[in-house]
């Protein structure tokens, strides 16, 4: 699986800003997909994640309320609305599968097969 993100800018505080990542490969629709975020000079962190079939969802608490994981198989895109937008959530963005949705692993960066190049997402005060 490829992994290509896209959509990331730069925002004003209070803004809104939807990144999308699109993969390759006929099994995209089995994959959990999650977003993790890496900020300059820090290490990458999980944001949210979604099952295969989308029905189930997962975020870390400081985007709870304020970032919406999506997925359209048949597009094979996952996307990650971003909406009130705050200075601390620049960060590059990452889009990555793995084959099991697991809440006891989901924040893990090492539990996930597959990795974007990531997006550049600034938001500015």
């Known amino acids: 699986v490829q992994l290509v993100e896209s959509g990331g800018g730069l925002v004003q505080a209070g803004g809104s800003l939807r990144v999308s990542c699109a993969a390759s490969g006929r099994t995209f629709s089995s994959y959990t997909m999650g977003w993790f975020r890496q900020a300059a000079g820090k290490e990458r962190v999980f944001v949210a994640a979604i099952s295969w079939s989308g029905g189930n969802t997962y975020y870390v608490d400081s985007v709870k309320g304020r970032f919406t994981i999506s997925r359209d198989n048949a597009k094979n895109t996952v996307y990650l609305q971003m909406t009130s937008l705050k200075p601390e959530d620049t960060a590059v963005y990452y889009c990555?599968?793995?084959?099991?949705?697991?809440?006891?692993?989901?924040?893990?960066?090492?539990?996930?097969?597959?990795w974007g190049q990531g997006t550049q997402v600034t938001v500015s005060s």
């Open positions: 990555a599968a793995r084959s099991r949705f697991t809440i006891a692993t989901m924040t893990l960066t090492g539990t996930y097969d597959y």
